[in-house]
C-alpha cells in the first residue's frame, strides 16, 4: 500500500532522512518511533505529499506520489500533529469545505459527515463554530475529515493527542478495524504502550537513519533484551539514550 525507497531530504546542511525505505502492506499497521529531530516529520511530510524529497520515491496504492498527487492524495487520511482547523467554521462547513476540494459530491459527503460526526458525539455540536472547542473536540474533528474521503492509507501523527480516555479507546479501535478491512496505517506516537498494543510492526528512526523494523519481538531480540523487557527499555538501547532516572535528577539539581 506504501512504498518508500531511498527518501533523502537537506535543510542546507543538515540532513533530515539518509535514504529512508519504508514499506506498509494492506492490512498492517506500522507504527514509526524515534526522538525529537529523528526525521518523523519529515518523513511523514513527504508521504502526504507536502513536501518534496531531494531524492527517493514514495507510492501508495501503487501510484507515484509526484507523478500522480491528487490520486495519490485522495487515497490518503492523514492527521497532522497539531490540529490547524478553519475554526471560524463549523464542523459541518470544514467536512463540506474538504469534500469538496476532493470533488465529493454534497450528498456523500453529508452521508459520510452523519456518520462521522455521530461517531465522534458531535453530531449535536456540528452547526457550532469550532473557536469554541476543546483541543480534544477539534482532534476529533480532524480525524473525521481524515476518514471523508473513504482513503486506502491512514497517515496519523500524534492520534490521540488530546483525546479522552474513552475516545482513545475508539481510536485505537478505528485503527485496528481499518487495517483489519484491508487498509494501511502509519502512525507516529511517542505513546510507546499503544504503539505496542496497537502495531503489527515498529520502524525507528534516529538522526534521518532508520535504525530498526520489525515486531516488538523482532526489535528485543535486536537489541539483547528478553521476551519480557519493556519497550521503553527496548527503545532506548536501540537510540542509545541516556538513562531517563539520572537526566531527571541532573535537571532537578
Given at each position: 500500500m506504501l512504498a518508500v525507497q531511498g527518501l533523502r531530504v537537506a535543510y542546507g546542511d543538515l540532513v533530515a532522512l539518509h535514504g529512508l525505505d519504508l514499506r506498509v502492506a494492506p492490512g498492517e499497521i506500522l507504527?514509526?518511533?524515534?526522538?525529537?529531530?529523528?526525521?518523523?516529520?519529515?518523513?511523514?511530510?513527504?508521504?502526504?505529499?507536502?513536501?518534496?524529497?531531494?531524492?527517493?520515491?514514495?507510492?501508495?496504492?501503487?501510484?507515484?506520489?509526484?507523478?500522480?498527487?491528487?490520486?495519490?492524495?485522495?487515497r490518503i487520511g492523514y492527521l497532522p500533529e497539531v490540529a490547524r482547523l478553519h475554526e471560524a467554521l463549523t464542523p459541518w462547513e470544514y467536512l463540506l469545505l474538504k469534500g469538496r476540494l476532493f470533488d465529493l459530491d454534497d450528498a456523500r459527503i453529508r452521508a459520510a459527515g452523519e456518520r462521522l460526526l455521530a461517531g465522534f458525539d458531535l453530531l449535536d455540536r456540528g452547526d457550532e463554530p469550532m473557536a469554541a472547542f476543546s483541543k480534544g473536540m477539534l482532534q476529533k474533528v480532524s480525524i473525521a475529515a481524515a476518514l471523508l474521503t473513504d482513503p486506502r492509507l491512514l497517515v496519523f501523527d500524534e492520534p490521540l493527542s488530546g483525546l479522552d480516555v474513552t475516545t482513545t479507546l475508539v481510536v485505537k479501535e478505528l485503527m485496528r478495524e481499518f487495517a483489519a478491512r484491508g487498509g494501511a496505517v502509519l502512525h507516529s506516537s511517542h505513546l510507546l504502550d499503544v504503539v505496542e498494543?496497537?502495531?503489527?510492526?515498529?520502524?525507528?528512526?534516529?538522526?534521518?537513519?532508520?535504525?530498526?523494523?520489525?515486531?516488538?519481538?523482532?526489535?528485543?531480540?535486536?537489541?539483547?533484551?528478553?521476551?519480557?523487557?519493556?519497550?521503553?527499555?527496548?527503545?532506548?538501547?536501540l537510540v542509545q539514550a541516556s538513562d531517563p532516572l539520572a537526566t531527571a535528577r541532573s535537571i532537578l539539581g
Open positions: 507504527a514509526l518511533l524515534g526522538p525529537n529531530g529523528a526525521g518523523k516529520s519529515t518523513a511523514v511530510k513527504c508521504i502526504v505529499g507536502l513536501l518534496r524529497p531531494d531524492a527517493g520515491t514514495v507510492t501508495v496504492d501503487g501510484r507515484d506520489a509526484w507523478a500522480e498527487p491528487m490520486a495519490v492524495r485522495s498494543t496497537t502495531a503489527h510492526r515498529i520502524a525507528v528512526l534516529d538522526q534521518g537513519r532508520l535504525l530498526a523494523c520489525g515486531t516488538g519481538a523482532e526489535l528485543r531480540a535486536l537489541a539483547g533484551a528478553g521476551a519480557a523487557t519493556r519497550l521503553d527499555a527496548v527503545f532506548r538501547a
